[in-house]
């Protein structure tokens, strides 16, 4: 099983970037699905994007989509979000997440992962 650490956050203005970086442990990284989920105050954690094991297949919640890109280094055992064109409703804890195994109807549902890091903060100030 592999364990996941989250960097990158921080504070940015309305329409800038950042980029997100996610570390896992282990030597079947290669094999999992990889997320990145967000939870803002009072609210329910959501899907934000996934990328599966070869990084061929790339899938973006609708809010995001045009605006992040999720990639993967297998060599590396990494997993990046670029966010750009930031908003200040992107503002949210956000968590790097992994599944062995997930379909197309589950991966963005957050029961599928069975393994999340601690979550970086992200703020975009208006």
């Known amino acids: 099983q592999v364990q996941l650490v989250e960097s990158g956050g921080g504070l940015v203005q309305a329409g800038g970037s950042l980029r997100l970086s996610c570390a896992a442990s282990?030597?079947?990284?290669?094999?999992?699905?990889m997320a990145w989920f967000r939870q803002a105050p009072g609210k329910e954690r959501e899907f934000v994007a996934a990328?599966?094991?070869?990084?061929?297949?790339?899938y973006y919640a609708d809010s995001v989509k045009g605006r992040f890109t999720i990639s993967r280094d297998n060599a590396k055992n990494t997993v990046a979000l670029q966010m750009d064109s930031l908003k200040p409703e992107d503002t949210a804890v956000y968590y790097c997440?992994?599944?062995?195994?997930?379909?197309?109807?589950?991966?963005?549902?957050?029961?599928?992962?069975?393994?999340w890091g601690q979550g970086t903060q992200v703020t975009v100030s208006s």
């Open positions: 282990g030597r079947t990284f290669s094999s999992y699905v």
């Open positions: 997440a992994a599944a062995r195994q997930v379909s197309l109807e589950t991966m963005r549902i957050a029961v599928s992962y069975d393994t």
């Open positions: 990328i599966n094991w070869s990084g061929g297949n790339t």
